[in-house]
C-alpha cells in the first residue's frame, strides 16, 4: 500500500521552477533517503507533503487523503530546520502545548511520557530558552514523535544533532520502522541515511533523477549514486 | 468543544510567553504613555477643544500602540521555525487565528486599560459616568483592530519590512472602525448622552467587527499555506 503519492508535481516560486514534474511513490513502512545538493528541491517537496505549501501543479496523496486535510495532519510528525519548540515555555509546556493540539487523550501523561524518552525529565520545568543545544534538539524530536505519526517527515533530522540526540533519534527512527510507520528523509549525511533507508531517490534542480531500492553498492560506496546520476 | 480548546490551547501558549518575555506589552505600553505625554504639550488640557478631540487621541494612541503587539503576533513564531510546527499541526488556520486573535485582544485591552487613566491625568479630562459605555466602545474598537491586525500579521510576517508594512496596510483597512469608536469615545468622554444620530456607530463597529472576523477566518488558510 502506498503512503505517499506524488503526480507530476511541479512548485515555482515566482518564475522560477523549484520542482519540476516529480512523480514517485512510497510504499507504507518503507524509508526514504531523499537526498540531493543544495537547493535541489528537497525541503520544498518535504514542505509540500507536511501541507506547508500547496503544489503549482500535479497532486500529492498522503496517507490516501490530501495533505491538508486535518486526519493527514494527526498522523504525520514533521522535524524540519528548525526545532519548532517555544523558547519561553518550559520543555513540559511546550510538549504539553502540541499534545493538545494532536488530541491526545491524555496530554499530561504523553507529555511526561516522551520527556523520560528524551532524558529530559530532570530539565521537564525549565524554560527552553536556559537549555543546551542537544536537549533542545531532544526536545524537538520528542515534540515530532509524541503523537506516534504513521509518516515522519524529516528535513536534515542528523544535522547539528549532539551524540546523545543522534543516538535517541536513531533508536525512535528504527521503532518507528518497526511499528510500520513510514519515514522519508532529506539528508546529507549519506552513510548514517543509507543505513537506516529501505529506499533512496535523488532530486537533481528540482527533477527526479533517480528513484529505487537502497542497495549494497549505495551502503558501501555512498557517493555512487551522485556520480551515477547527480550534477557533476 | 475539541475546536474551542485547541484555540485556547493557542491562546494560553501566546500569554505565557508574553507573562514570561514581557517584551510586547512593555514596548506597547511605553509608546502609548510617551505618545499620550507628548500630545498633552502640544494641547491645552484646560481647553474646551481637549474634549473634542479627546476621542481622536485616545484611539489613535490605542492604535499606534496596538500595531506594537500585533506586529510580534506572528513574528514570534518564527523563532525555531515554531510556526511551520504549528502549521503542520491538525490545527485549522481558523483555529490558529482566533487564538492569536484572542491573545492580541487580551494585550490590547490591558494597554487600553492602562493608558485610560493617564489619560484623563494628563488633559483633565473627568472620565464618564457612562464608563461602562465606554468600555463596550473599546471592547468593540478593540476587536476591530484585532481582527485586521492579526490577519495582516499573518501576511506579513515573512516580508523583511514587515514593521513599516504593517501598520501601511491596516490602517486604511481600520478607518470605518476608527470612526466609529473616535465619534463614540469623544461623546462619551464629553458627558454627552449617545443619541440616535451616534447610534449608528454602534451598527457600524459591529458591523465591522463581524463582518471582518468571518472574512479573516474563511481567509487565513490561504494567508498562511497558499
Known amino acids: 500500500m502506498s503512503a505517499v503519492a506524488i503526480e ?39 514542505r509540500i507533503l507536511a501541507g506547508l505549501s500547496r503544489t503549482s501543479k500535479g497532486r500529492i496523496t498522503v496517507l490516501n487523503e490530501d495533505a491538508r486535510a486535518e486526519i493527514t495532519r494527526r498522523r504525520i510528525g514533521v522535524l524540519g530546520h528548525g526545532i519548532g519548540v517555544y523558547e519561553e515555555l518550559s520543555a513540559l509546556e511546550n510538549l504539553l502545548l502540541f499534545a493538545r493540539l494532536y488530541g491526545m487523550e491524555n496530554p499530561d501523561r504523553t507529555a511526561n511520557e516522551w520527556l523520560a524518552r528524551t532524558g529530559l525529565e530532570r530539565v521537564r520545568d525549565g524554560l527552553v530558552r536556559e537549555f543546551s543545544r ?99 | 468543544m475539541k475546536f474551542l480548546r485547541q484555540v485556547f490551547a493557542i491562546t494560553a501558549k501566546d500569554l505565557r510567553s508574553e507573562v514570561r518575555s514581557k517584551d510586547t506589552v512593555n514596548a506597547s505600553l511605553s509608546f502609548a504613555l510617551v505618545i499620550l505625554l507628548l500630545f498633552s504639550f502640544a494641547f491645552d488640557p484646560s481647553s474646551d477643544q481637549i474634549r473634542e478631540i479627546a476621542g481622536g487621541l485616545l484611539w489613535l494612541v490605542f492604535a499606534f500602540a496596538g500595531t506594537l503587539i500585533l506586529n510580534r503576533s506572528f513574528a514570534r513564531e518564527l523563532v525555531n521555525d515554531c510556526l511551520d510546527a504549528l502549521i503542520a499541526s491538525p490545527v485549522s488556520g481558523a483555529q490558529l487565528y482566533l487564538g492569536k486573535c484572542i491573545a492580541n485582544y487580551a494585550l490590547l485591552l490591558i494597554v487600553e486599560t492602562v493608558c485610560l487613566p493617564v489619560f484623563a491625568v494628563f488633559y483633565n479630562v473627568r472620565l464618564p459616568r457612562s464608563l461602562v459605555l465606554l468600555f463596550v466602545v473599546m471592547l468593540l474598537g478593540t476587536w476591530g483592530i484585532t481582527v485586521i491586525g492579526t490577519l495582516f500579521s499573518a501576511m506579513t510576517v515573512n516580508l523583511r519590512l514587515r514593521e513599516l508594512m504593517l501598520p501601511t496596510l491596516i490602517y486604511p483597512m481600520l478607518i470605518p472602525a476608527l470612526m466609529g469608536a473616535i465619534q463614540l469615545s469623544t461623546v462619551l468622554i464629553a458627558g454627552d448622552p449617545v443619541g440616535a444620530d451616534n447610534e449608528i456607530w454602534f451598527r457600524v463597529l459591529v458591523a465591522f467587527d463581524l463582518i471582518f472576523t468571518i472574512l479573516a477566518v474563511g481567509l487565513v488558510e490561504i494567508v498562511l499555506v497558499g
Not at chain 1, 11 to 37: M, N
Not at chain 1, 156 to 169: C, Q
Not at chain 1, 194 to 217: Q, S
Not at chain 1, 219 to 227: A, I, M, T, V
Open chain 1, 8 to 46: 507530476g508535481v511541479w512548485k515555482f516560486f515566482g518564475d522560477y521552477p523549484a520542482l519540476r514534474d516529480v512523480s514517485f511513490g512510497v510504499d507504507s513502512g518503507a524509508c526514504l533517503a531523499l537526498l540531493g545538493r543544495n537547493g535541489a528541491g528537497k525541503t520544498t517537496l518535504l
Open chain 1, 134 to 232: 542537544g536537549m533542545r534538539q531532544r526536545l524537538a524530536v520528542a515534540r515530532a514523535f509524541l503523537h506516534q505519526p504513521k509518516l515522519l517527515l524529516l528535513d536534515e533530522p542528523f544535522t547539528a544533532l549532539d551524540d546523545r540526540a543522534i543516538k535517541v533519534l536513531q533508536d525512535l527512527l528504527k521503532g518507528a520502522l518497526a511499528d510500520g510507520s513510514t519515514i522519508i528523509m532529506s539528508t546529507h549525511q549519506l552513510r548514517e541515511a543509507l543505513e537506516l533507508a529501505t529506499d533512496v531517490a535523488l532530486i537533481n534542480r528540482g527533477k527526479l533523477a533517480f528513484r529505487g531500492a537502497r542497495t549494497r553498492e549505495m551502503l558501501e560506496d555512498p557517493s555512487w549514486l551522485y556520480r551515477n546520476y547527480g550534477e557533476a
